[in-house]
């Protein structure tokens, strides 16, 4: 304060001077104001620099030693930087009545001016804190299970939308409840302005609630414009990594209004399906005689037990043997469904359904091991005396 008194003593000092040198009163008043209003915001910007140096540059240094998540995660969105801009917008709004004694309009101004620069500085400190107390969320492996950037968003959008209305209450100088009953009459325009963000939001509380999708969920839409992995679930979109590398992005609301597929299920289950049908030509389906059977049962020592207790088929030994092998093999989960069944004829002959649950799930390996079994199964057909339809 003291400072402030000798501040204030040099402004009646050069208004004295000024005075003497002939200028009129009243310019020598607005310099005089001018000069000490300038000194106020040069000190204020002064402690500013100090305390960003010493309890900023403090904080980091601290940091480097000793890295903690939530001190680096201040630092790194500015959260201590932006707070420290409040000081001085404090100090100067304080000390402006020293400098515009007589000129109320320029402190009225001048005050208002300050207002808003405090108000912002708060805004952006909380925004700041927002988006840490996020990044510390999705550091922690449950985000993948409830992702909260959409929430955040809405919390950012509310923030914003009532810092706006505080910096123009005080910029009309008119209280913020007069505004925000003046915008309840327009409650429709604003529904109007921010449909997809509300929409979003509601989408977004559904998606989360009701665990329809997730951080890293496969997800196929039957429209074909997308099929991947979900990246990330923001308030307005779900961006989705295609197979191809290309990106998709689609409204949260799309996806609770329209069917798609989430693959999730099969990936934290114990197999991944196959479900295939291998096609015989109906005109080599017949009866097998006792030396045939012997003959397969030599051939292969899955059917070496093998004991009908009537006449078999062709047909009947080789869905036999395909239900054996694929019992013998370790990748195919034998504690999920396996079935080996004949379906109706059609005109492209006797359909085997072959139906079982790999245990590798990853794309790549699964397509190749369905394809290596496929290719068994067709391969040994003929040494059962069928044949495969080809449509010919």
């Given amino acids: 304060m003291d400072n402030m008194n000798n501040v204030r003593t040099l402004g009646g000092w050069m208004n004295d001077l000024l005075t003497s040198w002939g200028l009129p009163p009243r310019y020598a008043d607005m310099i005089d104001e001018m000069v000490v209003a300038a000194l106020i915001i040069l000190l204020a910007v002064a402690l500013n620099y100090f305390f960003q140096a010493v309890v900023a540059g403090g904080i980091r240094r601290y940091t480097r ?10 630092m790194e969105r500015k959260a201590v930087h932006h707070l420290l801009h409040v000081v001085p917008g404090i100090l100067i709004y304080l000390f402006l009545p020293l400098a515009f004694v007589k000129g109320n309009e320029m402190l009225d101004f001048s ?6 620069y405090i108000i912002v500085a708060v805004l952006l400190t909380l925004n700041a804190l927002l988006l840490v107390m996020l990044d510390v969320y999705n550091s922690k492996e449950v985000r993948k299970n409830h992702p909260i950037r959409g929430f955040v968003q ?5 923030l914003f939308f009532v810092g706006g209305i505080l910096v123009v209450s005080v910029l009309i100088d008119k209280s913020p409840v007069y505004l925000f009953t003046g915008l309840g009459a327009s409650a429709a325009v604003l529904m109007l302005v921010f449909k997809d963000s509300i929409l979003g939001f509601v989408a977004g509380v559904q998606l989360s609630a009701n665990d329809m999708l997730r951080i890293g969920d496969w997800v196929t839409l039957p429209n074909g414009s997308a099929d991947g992995i979900v990246q990330e679930i923001t308030l307005n979109t779900v961006k989705i990594q295609n197979w191809d590398n290309t990106i998709t992005t689609i409204p949260p609301y799309t996806m609770v209004n329209s069917t798609f597929q989430n693959w999730r299920g099969m990936q934290e289950s ?4 196959v479900d295939k049908r291998i096609w015989l030509d109906l005109d080599t389906v017949r009866f097998s005689p006792a030396d ?9 020592p899955l059917l070496a037990d093998y004991a009908p207790e009537t006449q078999p088929t062709n047909s009947q030994l080789y869905r ?67 044949k495969l339809y080809q449509g010919i």
């Fill in 154 to 158: 809405v919390l950012q959008v509310a």
């Fill in 111 to 116: 005050q208002r001016v300050c207002m808003i």
């Fill in 292 to 300: 045939e059977v012997e003959r397969l049962k030599r051939e292969f």
């Fill in 270 to 273: 114990g197999g991944r399906r």
């Fill in 320 to 386: 036999t043997y395909i239900e054996r092998y694929l019992t013998s093999l370790p990748v195919v989960n034998q504690e999920l469904d396996l079935i080996i069944a004949q379906k109706e004829p059609t005109e492209h002959g006797l359909p085997i359904r072959v139906y079982f649950f790999s245990r590798v799930k990853a794309w790549k390996e699964y397509e190749r091991i369905q394809s290596d079994i496929f290719d068994h199964l067709l391969a040994v057909a003929p040494r059962f005396g069928l």
């Fill in 65 to 74: 030693r000793f890295p903690r998540q939530w001190t680096t995660l201040l």
